[in-house]
């Protein structure tokens, strides 16, 4: 049996935001990258893990998957980066919830 090493999982960095100067209308950070930017990409990565998982389980269940650990790792990686965007998108729509409830 060989060891093959596992690919690390990158972290996820958001740019910090900053207020643009006055009088400027775009949407973009710091960094000046768009936010709709950031988002899509995270999402793209996110979609990315989960057809390595599937992929994965296809091999393993066709038996051509040599070390089923990795889909184990995969399996799991997919389902921790489900939770995390879940928990992320709950947030902002109760902290959406709670602009709105805001008195102007």
Same mark, same amino acid.
């Given at each position: ?23 400027? #209308? ?10 709709? #930017? ?15 998982? #599937? ?38 729509? #109760? ?10």
């Amino acid at each position: 049996m060989t060891i093959t090493p596992i690919s690390p999982v990158l972290p996820i960095s958001v740019p910090s935001v900053v207020a643009p100067p006055a009088g400027d #209308d775009s949407t973009t950070m710091a960094g000046g990258v768009n936010f709709a #930017d950031v988002l899509g990409n995270s999402i793209a990565r996110v979609q990315g893990v989960q057809d390595r998982a #599937d992929d994965l389980a296809v091999q393993a269940a066709t038996g051509t998957l040599e070390d089923v650990h990795e889909y184990m790792v995969a399996a799991t990686e997919a389902s921790l980066t489900t939770q995390l965007t879940v928990a992320i998108r709950n947030k902002a729509v #109760d902290a959406f919830n709670e602009i709105m409830r805001m008195q102007a």
